[in-house]
Nanobody
């Protein structure tokens, strides 16, 4: 099982940038596919991005393509989400999540392991 701890959230103005980090630990987490998902108030949890820890194809939700970038640093056991050109509609709690599937569908139910989340607020 993997343990995940997010950091890096905060308040930013429209058009600004933030970088979220997710520190991973635990047994065999390097075999996981890592994802970022988010949940806005009153809305369902939404897929943002994913990346296989050992490298491979990254996936992005349609609403963040071209603005967000997911990456990993194996030496630091950390997954990042670089968020640029932020919009008020990006306001949400962002969760780091792990899946043992090699290519999980971009839906929350394919990720059984979750961090506690970090709040991102984008002001107009």
């Amino acid at each position: 099982q993997v343990q995940l701890v997010e950091s890096g959230g905060g308040l930013v103005q429209t058009g600004g940038s933030l970088r979220l980090s997710c520190a991973a630990s635990g047994r065999a987490f390097s075999s996981y596919t890592m994802g970022w998902l988010r949940q806005a108030p009153g809305k369902e949890r939404e897929f943002v991005a994913s990346i296989p820890w050992r490298g491979g194809v990254t996936k992005y939700g349609d609403s963040v393509k071209g603005r967000f970038t997911i990456s990993t640093d194996n030496a630091k056991s950390t997954v990042y989400l670089q968020m640029n050109s932020l919009k008020p509609e990006d306001t949400a709690i962002y969760y780091c999540a792990g899946s043992l599937l090699a290519a999980p569908a971009p839906t929350p139910n394919r990720y059984p392991y979750w961090g506690q989340g970090t709040q991102v607020t984008v002001s107009e």
